[in-house]
């Protein structure tokens, strides 16, 4: 019974179509910025990674030195 009115809240197709424009448009916007956005967090990831690849190398290398140093 009231399931119409309430998709009628959150539901609208405006009669001119030429409302559709500016919504596509700013949509398009959203998701290049999402797009841009999770490249960066992707390439800001890796980097990250790397350093913490080359800091892990450096303890191991570390460590196994002076492993080598006690014997």
């Known amino acids: 019974m009231y399931q119409p009115f309430v998709l009628s809240l959150f539901l609208y197709f405006p009669e001119d179509k030429s409302e559709y ?35 892990e190398e450096r303890i191991i290398a570390g460590q196994h030195n002076q492993g080598n140093s006690e014997q």
């Open 21 to 55: 424009g500016p919504a596509a448009i700013t949509f398009i916007i959203f998701m290049i910025g999402a797009w841009l956005t999770m490249r960066l967090i992707i390439k800001v990831s890796k980097r990250e990674a790397k350093k913490a690849k080359e800091l």
